[in-house]
């Protein structure tokens, strides 16, 4: 079965500065979808970025930025230039076939 | 596009209460999504539905949750009797034709069972 895990229930970055969030997950599957999606203490979940599997370059908006290595099933983001509302949690999330899995969340603090 | 549309924004009930909650989804879009989120687990997939038809209803806890989409501007969930453990927020999604597209979100219902 997919898992989706998020090791890290909570990091601080100082603003400006770059924050790496981490994010595994198992399949089997070779054809799959991966998201960070942000919710803020609205509670709205807002999409981040998205990977596609089978694409081997690193998808980045602006100042963020992810590591997909396929190999290690790693999908970790990167946030440069921290923001005080980058403040959020973040979930990483899988897409498979028929499967959606999220992760448990990872609540980033910024500090100023 | 207003984007997804969920009602009651906050439901406070009490115990062996019947709670209905609703979402309107994207316009266009095929897909409709029911998440529930609690601190303890994170958030989860309760059913999704594709065309109007459930597709995948093993999230749902048990037999009191169920839900519906009439049609394909309208979707409920529905819980009888509710219990205090189903505190939590419930959110309603929608994406386009292929299920692995993009997913957007409404706010949430956020729901207290006392």
């Known amino acids: 079965a997919q898992t989706v895990t998020q090791s890290q229930p909570e990091m601080s970055v100082q603003e400006a500065e770059t924050v790496t969030l981490s994010c595994t997950y198992d399949?089997?599957?070779?054809?799959?979808?991966l998201f960070w999606y942000k919710q803020p203490p609205s509670r709205q979940m807002i999409l981040v970025i998205r990977?596609?599997?089978?694409?081997?370059q690193n998808a980045t908006e602006n100042r963020f930025s992810v590591n997909f290595q396929k190999a290690a099933k790693s999908f970790s983001l990167k946030i440069s230039d921290s923001q005080l509302g980058d403040a959020a949690m973040y979930f990483c999330?899988?897409?498979?076939?028929?499967?959606?899995?999220f992760g448990t969340g990872t609540r980033l603090k910024v500090l100023a | 596009d207003a984007g997804v549309i969920q009602s009651p924004r906050h439901e406070v009930t009490e115990m062996g209460q019947e709670v209905t909650l609703r979402c309107k989804p994207i316009?266009?879009?095929?897909?409709l999504f029911w998440y529930r989120q609690t601190m303890m687990r994170g958030l989860e997939l309760l059913i999704y539905?594709?065309?109007?038809?459930?597709?995948?209803d093993s999230g749902m806890p048990e037999d009191r949750f169920s839900a519906k989409m009439p049609n394909a501007s309208f979707s409920t969930l529905k819980i009888q009797p509710s219990e205090p453990r189903d505190s939590a927020v419930y959110f309603c999604?929608?994406?386009?034709?292929?299920?692995?597209?993009?997913?957007?979100f409404g706010p949430g219902t956020r729901l207290l069972v006392l």
């Open positions: 999330a899988y897409e498979g076939t028929y499967k959606y899995i």
């Open positions: 539905f594709n065309n109007n038809v459930p597709i995948d």
């Open positions: 399949t089997s599957e070779s054809d799959y979808y």
């Open positions: 999604a929608s994406s386009l034709t292929v299920p692995q597209e993009t997913q957007y």
């Open positions: 316009s266009g879009h095929d897909y």
């Open positions: 990977q596609e599997a089978y694409k081997q």
